[in-house]
């Protein structure tokens, strides 16, 4: 047993492949309403969670799915960022990078906690991917995320799926 679980610290079960993604939704940098739903029977989703905006890494990780954002549209999914951050840091960050992608808001941890990628202490969203098909339901799991170049791993993979 772990020592964040004999303290009674453990976050909830990370979301396994194989099962249904729980469904979500919250407001995206631009204020509209984003909903998992909004994507069953018409693409993939590449849900990704990481701990905050404008910092090393979540930076190289956007930037790189921005840089491949044509290809993975292509491969038929769309992007969708989660983190922590309020709408107008996400929107402050999209900005900044040009982020041609939604950015949702979960500064109550709702979509976090539901996915299991809370970090236990900090509360922040672990750096996890979710490759979720067109019917909602979560073909990979990516826990060990290249921030520089996520975007060719993800691909990879949503090409794998179809």
Do not use: W
Request: net charge positive; aromatic share 8%; with cysteine.
């Amino acid at each position: 047993m772990g020592i964040f679980a004999m303290l009674g610290l453990a976050s909830a079960a990370v979301v396994k492949e194989g099962v249904k993604a729980p469904a979500f939704e919250a407001q995206d940098q631009h204020g509209a309403l984003v909903r998992l739903a909004d994507f069953q029977g018409k693409s993939a989703v590449v849900l990704y969670f990481y701990p905050k905006d404008d910092t090393p890494g979540c930076t190289a990780q956007a930037c790189s799915l921005r840089d491949g954002f044509s290809a993975i549209q292509g491969a038929g999914a769309v992007i969708l960022g989660v983190s922590a951050d309020n709408s107008q840091s996400h929107k402050a960050f999209a900005e900044k990078f040009h982020l041609p992608f939604s950015i949702l808001a979960d500064p109550d941890k709702r979509i976090i906690e539901a996915y299991g990628v809370k970090m236990p202490l900090l509360g922040f969203a672990k750096r996890v991917t979710f490759l979720i098909d067109r019917q909602g339901v979560v073909r990979k799991v990516i826990t060990d995320t290249r921030t520089k170049d996520h975007d060719r791993q993800v691909l990879a993979l949503l090409k794998g799926m179809s």
